[in-house]
């Protein structure tokens, strides 16, 4: 759990385990979050009671050992960093491999879901952690059941940074207005298209694959056949029709094949 001091250097910033609400358009969280920022009635969750929560906490130390004996050191261990430019956004970190010089997050999980899903659930986290820190990755270290961790290098998104900052910076002057923040549309997280998938031994996959690869040819055909007989349609005709098939012409000059009623 965070110590007095971080909470202190966390205090009226923007920071990453608060970021998600704001790309997920979450409009209860977000509301919530205002409540909290512009110090009114707010009950907060007693984490304390929340196991896997609490599993998280415990443990985290233990994660950063496994890398650091594993592959390199890791310091800055719970420290809070502030962005440097912008005074009302900060990140607490895990942790900070010295090497790499890249955060490093740490998560305990059930093990019921792939790891791709629990990248995207923490992208705003690790892409917030990024922007604050000045890093170009981030190291996802996580522990499926009691599995020895699994280490994921997540790259930094320009594109997603930027709108964070935005969204961000709009809902930090509704807490400086003490005005209530607009409502948010989801933004879907980076997808790291880098992985290669064989997908022998899916019979969906085979079954639409099968599909695709006997009808090629006849597609192709349907579709030049389409463009030969449009290309007879004379330039003044309204409708050209016969065997079955009819050809109109919209008042834009568009042709459209469709069969006869």
């Known amino acids: ?32 979050l205002w409540l909290e920022m ?3 009635q707010f009950e907060q969750e007693n984490l304390l009671r929340v196991w896997p929560v609490q599993l998280g906490v415990v443990t985290e130390q233990l994660n950063l050992d496994w890398y650091e004996m594993k592959n390199s050191a ?10 440097p430019r912008l005074p009302w956004a900060a990140a607490t970190l895990d942790g900070w491999i010295t090497e790499l010089q890249c955060p490093i ?4 999980v059930g093990g019921r879901e792939p790891l791709e899903v629990i990248i995207e659930r923490y992208q705003p986290q690790m892409q917030w952690q990024m922007e604050v820190s000045g890093a170009w990755q981030c ?7 009691a599995n020895e961790p699994v280490v994921e290098f997540i790259d930094r998104d320009e ?13 930090m002057q509704h807490v400086a207005d003490r005005t209530p923040p607009v409502v948010l549309n989801a933004v879907a997280a980076p997808i790291d298209a880098s992985k290669v998938y064989d997908m022998y031994g899916n019979n969906q996959w085979a079954s639409h694959a099968d599909e695709w690869l006997s009808t090629r040819d006849a597609a192709d055909a349907h579709k030049t056949a389409e463009k030969a007989l449009k290309a007879m349609v004379p330039e003044d005709a309204k409708k050209a ?3 079955s098939i009819q050809i109109t012409r919209d008042r834009a000059g568009r042709l459209s094949l469709r069969k006869s009623a």
Do not use: P
């Open 1 to 32: 759990m965070l110590t007095a001091d971080q909470i202190s250097a966390r205090t009226g910033k923007l920071t990453a385990s608060r970021i998600g609400c704001l790309m997920h358009g979450d409009a209860i969280a977000i509301y919530n």
């Open 38 to 40: 512009t110090g009114q």
């Open 74 to 83: 890791v310091d800055r261990r719970g420290a809070v960093v502030v962005h």
């Open 105 to 108: 997050e740490c998560k305990h």
């Open 139 to 145: 190291a996802l270290s996580v522990i499926f059941g």
């Open 159 to 171: 594109a997603y940074a930027i709108e964070m900052v935005r969204r961000g910076a709009q809902f």
């Open 241 to 243: 029709f016969g065997h």
